[in-house]
Nanobody, 111 residues
Framework: QLQLVESGGGLVQPGGSLRLSCAAS????????LRWYRQAPGKQREWVAS???????NYADFVNGRFTISRDDAKNTMYLQMNNLEFDDTAVYYC?????WGQGTQVTVSS
């Protein structure tokens, strides 16, 4: 079964940046769509961004040009570069491939 491990979360001030990584236990080269989600305290999990094997990307409206999703198939890893972070970005961030989810990585935006 495919296993996913996120990393890169942490505490950052508003306006700061973080780069999240999601390492897969198997090759992702043949997998089309990779996704990031997040879940804030007391809220439902929501989709953040997707990337296809061709490199096409899609983002939730709240991203507003601040995040960039990418993938490195040679490393079986996907990324989420997050810039200009806001208080409302505080959440646990999860990667998803098909029906497999990672354990999540905490992102806290606080002054």
């Amino acid at each position: 079964q495919l296993q996913l491990v996120e990393s890169g979360g942490g505490l950052v001030q508003p306006g700061g940046s973080l780069r999240l990584s999601c390492a897969a236990s198997e090759s992702i080269i043949s997998i089309n769509v990779l996704r990031w989600y997040r879940q804030a305290p007391g809220k439902q999990r929501e989709w953040v961004a997707s990337i296809t094997g061709a490199g096409d990307t899609n983002y939730a409206d709240f991203v507003n040009g601040r995040f960039t999703i990418s993938r490195d198939d040679a490393k079986n890893t996907m990324y989420l570069q997050m810039n200009n972070l806001e208080f409302d970005d505080t959440a646990v961030y999860y990667c998803r491939i098909h029906f497999s989810w990672g354990q999540g990585t905490q992102v806290t935006v606080s002054s």
